[in-house]
C-alpha cells in the first residue's frame, strides 16, 4: 500500500496541470487556434485515462497516460504562435518539437520530477502524430503509444463534429473544396493516406475519416462508435461538386462497413 501511495506521487496531475495553466499563460487564449489546443489537451488527458482504466492498467499506468495526455500538444503552442496552422509539413513536426521543448529545455521536471517516465513519455509524444508507431520501442512504450494515438485520434474527431470549421481545416468554404485523388484511392484501396498528398481542407476532413482504421483498441473505437462521431461528421459537411460529393458519401460507406466488421 505504502509503496502503491509513492508510486503515484511520482506522476503527480495536479502539480502538472497547474503548471500547465502557468505555461499556457505564454499564449493568447483569444486566439482561436490556441483556445483549440488548449481544450484539446485537456479532453485528451481525460480520454487517455478512460481508456487506460478500460485496459485495466495499474494505478501508476493510468496516471502515466493522463500524463501523456496533457504533454502530447505542447509543441502546437509555438507552432501556432510562429507558423499560425496545424499542418506540420508546411511548418514543424510538432510532436519532436514539443519533446524539444520538454527535454532538451528541460521543462519536463515542471511536471513531473522523476526522471524515470522520460523515455516512456518521450516515445509516446514522438509517436502519436506519425503515420505508423515506430517498430523499436519496447512493449511498454508501444502500450503508451497506442494509448495516447486512440485518445487524440477520438477527440479529434470529436472536434469535428462540432469545432469552427475554419479553426480546424483552416478554411472557411469547405464546401467548395475537392478531394485529391491520390488520397481518395488511398483510402478506398488501402484504407490508409499518405500525408504528403494533402493538397485541401477535403483532403483533411477525410485523414479525420482515416483515423478510424488506425485504431488500436477496439473498445475505444467502440466507444466512437457510440457517440455517433462518424455520422456527425459526415452529416455536417456536404460539397458543390459531384465527384467530390459522391466520394465523401463513398469513404463515408466504406468507413461504416469497417466500424461495423470491427466493433460488431
Same mark, same amino acid.
Given at each position: 500500500?505504502?509503496?502503491?501511495?509513492?508510486?503515484?506521487?511520482?506522476?503527480?496531475?495536479?502539480?502538472?496541470?497547474?503548471?500547465?495553466?502557468?505555461?499556457?499563460?505564454?499564449?493568447?487564449?483569444?486566439?482561436?487556434?490556441?483556445?483549440?489546443?488548449?481544450?484539446?489537451?485537456?479532453?485528451?488527458?481525460?480520454?487517455?485515462?478512460?481508456?487506460?482504466?478500460?485496459?485495466?492498467?495499474?494505478?501508476?499506468?493510468?496516471?502515466?497516460?493522463?500524463?501523456?495526455?496533457?504533454?502530447?500538444?505542447?509543441?502546437?503552442?509555438?507552432?501556432?504562435?510562429?507558423?499560425?496552422?496545424?499542418?506540420?509539413?508546411?511548418?514543424?513536426?510538432?510532436?519532436?518539437?514539443?519533446?524539444?521543448?520538454?527535454?532538451?529545455?528541460?521543462?519536463?521536471?515542471?511536471? =513531473? $520530477? *522523476?526522471?524515470? @517516465?522520460?523515455? #516512456?513519455?518521450?516515445?509516446?509524444?514522438?509517436?502519436?502524430? /506519425?503515420?505508423?508507431?515506430?517498430?523499436?520501442?519496447?512493449?511498454?512504450?508501444?502500450?503508451?503509444?497506442?494509448?495516447?494515438?486512440?485518445?487524440?485520434?477520438?477527440?479529434?474527431?470529436?472536434?469535428?463534429?462540432?469545432?469552427?470549421?475554419?479553426?480546424?481545416?483552416?478554411?472557411?468554404?469547405?464546401?467548395?473544396?475537392?478531394?485529391?485523388?491520390?488520397?481518395?484511392?488511398?483510402?478506398?484501396?488501402?484504407?490508409?493516406?499518405?500525408?504528403?498528398?494533402?493538397?485541401?481542407?477535403?483532403?483533411?476532413?477525410?485523414?479525420?475519416?482515416?483515423?478510424?482504421?488506425?485504431?488500436?483498441?477496439?473498445?475505444?473505437?467502440?466507444?466512437?462508435?457510440?457517440?455517433?462521431?462518424?455520422?456527425?461528421?459526415?452529416?455536417?459537411?456536404?460539397?458543390?461538386?459531384? =465527384? $467530390? *460529393?459522391?466520394? @465523401?458519401?463513398? #469513404?463515408?460507406?466504406?468507413?461504416?462497413?469497417?466500424?461495423? /466488421?470491427?466493433?460488431?
Amino acid at each position: 500500500m505504502i509503496e502503491s501511495l509513492w508510486r503515484c506521487r511520482e506522476v503527480d496531475n495536479n502539480k502538472a496541470k497547474l503548471f500547465l495553466t502557468k505555461y499556457l499563460k505564454n499564449y493568447n487564449p483569444e486566439d482561436a487556434q490556441i483556445k483549440l489546443k488548449i481544450s484539446h489537451i485537456y479532453r485528451v488527458a481525460e480520454l487517455s485515462k478512460r481508456l487506460a482504466t478500460m485496459l485495466n492498467l495499474s494505478e501508476e499506468d493510468i496516471l502515466l497516460a493522463e500524463l501523456i495526455g496533457l504533454l502530447h500538444d505542447i509543441g502546437r503552442f509555438e507552432q501556432i504562435k510562429n507558423y499560425h496552422t496545424f499542418l506540420d509539413k508546411e511548418s514543424i513536426d510538432h510532436a519532436e518539437y514539443g519533446n524539444k521543448i520538454l527535454f532538451e529545455d528541460d521543462l519536463i521536471r515542471n511536471f =513531473i $520530477t *522523476e526522471d524515470k @517516465y522520460d523515455e #516512456i513519455i518521450k516515445t509516446a509524444i514522438s509517436n502519436h502524430n /506519425k503515420p505508423c508507431i515506430s517498430n523499436d520501442l519496447t512493449n511498454y512504450e508501444r502500450l503508451h503509444a497506442m494509448i495516447i494515438r486512440d485518445a487524440d485520434k477520438t477527440d479529434i474527431l470529436y472536434l469535428s463534429t462540432v469545432g469552427d470549421e475554419k479553426t480546424i481545416f483552416e478554411n472557411s468554404n469547405l464546401c467548395k473544396e475537392t478531394i485529391t485523388d491520390e488520397i481518395y484511392y488511398d483510402l478506398i484501396q488501402r484504407e490508409k493516406i499518405n500525408y504528403n498528398n494533402i493538397h485541401s481542407a477535403a483532403d483533411i476532413l477525410l485523414c479525420h475519416f482515416a483515423y478510424i482504421y488506425d485504431y488500436n483498441f477496439s473498445t475505444m473505437l467502440k466507444f466512437v462508435d457510440s457517440k455517433g462521431y462518424i455520422d456527425k461528421m459526415y452529416n455536417r459537411f456536404s460539397f458543390e461538386d459531384d =465527384i $467530390t *460529393e459522391e466520394r @465523401y458519401k463513398n #469513404i463515408y460507406l466504406h468507413t461504416k462497413t469497417y466500424i461495423k /466488421k470491427k466493433t460488431g
